[in-house]
């Protein structure tokens, strides 16, 4: 008995030594193993620190990273070693601690960016390069270690190549081959407005700024006791039915109180009242504040005469911690209703404070992303809204003009806007990684600006060089939270400064012409560089509509490519391709219009028969003919044809055939040269974007009109014998191949405007 024991024991004991030492000979193949994990443990801090500063909960930076720390550190280094202790058990020859530190490294780090949306090939490529960046850092800690007694120059030597390859590793950002910057100075003749002064800077009202909230904020001291107005809370249940307790710790208030809390900038004078433009931010973390990112439009609307608020909606968005709450597309644009009532209920109430001086005869919203869309469901809010009895009394405030800054534009209800009787403006970038399609577009061909009464304008500019988080100066200049956001391209964007004052220049041009009836600042959206001397020097495609222009040409249904709905034919000669198709956008959805594609390969010639009651709407003289018009060179390649559209010149001649035969004809070359294709690289690895989130920027560019204007003077310069009134057909050429275009309008603009 005693003697089994022993041998019990024995065994044990031997087992254990056993284990003991494979554990000690974890390193035995791993001389560098220490220094390599040391190098990736590093790299996973810097990821966490990344991570923790996208990705806040509301504690503050420093608790964030501590916590992302602390986490981090535990899970590798206990990982990695029951890992390299597992291989040393099986007696694999190899550098156990090593292989563990890089596979736990990579498993974390491909966690996280995992989380952080990015997809496929690009996941894995991120991934592998920070362990490639650890590895490096191991070795430069390697070779400082092992070489204290060589001189400096031989250990600098050494430690040249992983140094500079760590270096390349964080600054290698390559240019697509067909990313070509484009600019609107370089491609138009127009000369610079001289009969007003640039929109952005002619204001010389002294502001004042102060909020306005329910109290009760438990992060800012300006909406829990430093404001000025004290404004109910409303109940947005009826809406949400899924907010957590922990959203209700962090806010201090849930679902059933909402605060309607704002921050304004107004004339300081008794010069008022004054029209009010409410701003409203889109979806971003709710732990990261978004509302004080357009003071730079308040202070400057403030200073034309304009009672600016930015409204607070932070509580609607989106937590890696809480999620969103549900329907908070209908909550943004009932939220931003219940500002204008609540305004409207201080008025009643013969309130003697700030908001007596709010014009709510002479309201203007601006949204941005989601916001944007928000702004554009309040000015249909009867679609949307009309059994809720707490929107009651919107109708008796007067909406004028909706901005929309890269706006969503998801279908609510199966239901989307459609405007009429208010101004629309909407404005995009086209390196935009979050709205990466131009959804605006959309909108803008859902708003109808015909009018008896009023003169109603729409416009849509779209940026070369522009993204989406740049037109909020909270956002930075990525489109995705961190980590991810830093593999984002931003080389070849134009600044967060110049963004911001193209989007001061048109939003305030558009704000003057629509509220303050200041027409010049038209010709800004029939062409940018009448602008230039307001506007960076980058690419501006626009197109503009009022209640003035005429439609000529179109493709709307009952309209194919050889016969006009409202009469009159086309005939075509050099085009492999005429078809009226749907407009479509990078994802293969709809832009809400048609338009006739023609695709050449030597140039081609496409005449427009005009009919008798088309004829009618062409005035006895002046104004122009617009041509709206996306270059679809990109197409070409999916056509078979070898081309560059990204630099090949397109040049398209315009012609009008008069009734007793003469053809006039005026050149794009002299007014306004045609756009090429606009290329958005948005990953810092173009060969990667495909892969990067899925198949969002699987397409590089999507077919983007611009409006370009013939006038008609322009064709009485020409010939003294021309005549609005004794055109029979319009001609469009293009002079050389290959191209592909699509035209989706030609109307006539009137001369005073």
Known sequence: MVQKELEHFSKRHLVKQWFLNRIRLTNHFDPGGIKLSLGLFVTGLIVMILTAMGNPSGFGLAVDMLLHILVFSGVYWLGIYLLAALLSLLYLPIPRLTIA???????????????????????????????????????CLIILTRTKEDPILIRSGKLAIPAASMVFLVFFNPQADDLNPVSTMDHSKAAPIESVSNPAENGSETIRHFTYASGGDQHRDEFRHGMEIQTRSVDGSHYIDDWPDSRTFFFGFDESALPLNGRVWMPDTDEGPFPVVLIVHGNHRMEHFSDEGYEYLGEMLAKKGYAAVSVDQNFLNYSGYTGIPSENYLLRP?????????????QLA??????????????SLIGHSRGGQAVSMVADHGRFFADDDSVNGIEMIDLRSVIAIAPTDRQIDEKRPRLSGVNYMTIHGAHDGDVHNFRGDRQFMRTDVSS???MIHKASVYLTEGNHSQFN?????????????????????MSAEEQRQ?????????????????????????DAASGSDWLPDSGYLTRYQNSKSKPLVSFDAGTDEFAFREGGESRFEGFYETKVRQAEDRAGNTKAT??????????????AELSPRIKNRLPEAGGAIGVSLANLGHELEDDGISANPWEDSLTMNFSVVMTNGE??????DDIHAIYPPIYSQYSRYPELDQTMRGDKYTNPTEGIFHVYYFPLEKFREQSPRFQPSAIQSFLLEVEDGPAKIMVDWMNWYPEDE
Request: proline share 1%.
């Open 101 to 139: 530190a890089v596979s736990g490294f990579y498993g974390v780090v491909w966690r996280i960016y995992s989380e952080g949306n990015l997809e496929g090939l690009f996941l894995h490529v991120v991934t592998a390069g920070w362990a490639v960046f650890g590895l490096l850092l191991g070795i």
């Open 334 to 346: 009932w939220i931003l209703m219940q500002h204008l009532l609540e305004f409207q209920r201080h």
């Open 350 to 363: 013969g309130a003697d404070h700030a908001f007596r001086d709010f014009d709510l005869d002479q309201v």
């Open 452 to 454: 008896n009464e009023n």
């Open 473 to 493: 100066s909270d956002w930075g200049r990525a489109d995705m939270s961190l980590p991810g956001g830093m593999f984002l391209n931003r080389k070849h964007l």
């Open 502 to 526: 193209a989007s001061e220049v048109f939003i305030s041009a558009f704000l003057d012409l629509t509220i303050r009836d200041k027409r010049d600042y038209i010709a800004l959206f029939q």
């Open 594 to 607: 048609r338009g006739l594609v023609l695709g050449t390969r030597t140039g081609g010639v496409w005449e």
């Open 663 to 668: 053809t006039v004809t005026l050149s794009s």
